[in-house]
């Protein structure tokens, strides 16, 4: 047995919280009839649920979604000195999903989560070679040589990077900052904020927008999405 407003956000139609709504608005059926009260019990073998008139689908064995993460929270699923984590920002969805990789705390933007073991342990392994751009605001305005050193490489504390595509997207002469677009293939530990770092020029801000194909897009800070079928199967080519 299932609470219905669970079953509902489990589906990925809607927040837990906004379900209880429509529950108490009459907008939610099970097995036809209007259900107003949440923590209704759903039998998820043979219960029928409608919502606003759509079929719920229970949600597949696997799931797989986009957070766009706000920088100040952990990737870990639980922090023994109670500081907020990014499983906070999940809470809707069953307990057995779990981050793909890691953001440093202050960083931002596209993490995944998933509860399919092989999916995570592909998109990790090395050999998967999976592109990543960040977004990177420095402190001052790297020089064309300082650019090209972190194009061909820099070695830092857990070894040498390897060639990574860095774009000056937006420097002015007498700023105190410079945007960069960054790809890489690698997660060595805070890998950007340490290249940059070795050039004289550290990390202010950053962001991750991609992951293969997958793109963060206008996903809002603290928001996820579900991942559609054709997204999880690009992602595992
Ligand atoms: N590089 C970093 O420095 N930090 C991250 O969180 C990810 C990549």
């Not at 064995?61 to 000195?81: F, I, Q, S, V, W």
């Not at 499983?87 to 981050?99: H, K, R």
């Not at 293939?185 to 990390?203: A, D, I, N, S, W």
Request: hydrophobic share 35%; glycine share 8%; aromatic share 6%.
């Amino acid at each position: 047995m299932m609470r219905l407003e669970k079953y509902i956000a489990t589906s990925g139609i809607a927040s837990r919280r906004s379900a209880k709504k429509s529950i108490r608005d009459g907008a939610v059926t099970v097995n036809g009839e209007p259900i107003l009260v949440p923590g209704h019990p759903i039998n998820v073998e043979i219960d029928s649920v409608e919502f606003e008139g759509k079929q719920v689908e229970p949600l597949a064995e696997h799931a797989y979604l986009m957070l766009n993460k706000p920088a100040g929270c952990l990737t870990t699923r639980r922090d023994e000195r109670g500081r907020p984590t990014v499983m906070e920002l999940v809470a809707d969805l069953p307990d057995t999903i779990y981050p793909v990789g890691r953001l440093d705390l202050e960083t931002e933007g596209l993490l995944l989560f998933t509860n399919d073991g092989d999916f995570a342990y592909q998109l990790l392994h090395p050999s998967h070679e999976v592109e990543k751009t960040y977004l990177a605001w420095v402190k001052g305005v790297p020089c064309d040589s300082a650019i090209q050193r972190l194009r061909q490489g820099v070695t830092i504390s857990s070894g040498t990077t390897s060639p990574a595509k860095v774009k000056r997207l937006k420097a002015n002469k007498d700023s105190a900052l410079a945007k960069f677009e960054v790809v890489i293939h690698e997660g060595k530990k805070r890998q950007v904020r340490l290249m940059f770092k070795t050039v004289g020029h550290p990390v202010i801000r950053l962001k991750r927008v991609r992951i293969g194909n997958l793109r963060l897009g206008n996903l809002p800070s603290g928001q996820y999405r579900l991942l559609t079928p054709e997204e999880v199967s690009e992602l595992m080519l």
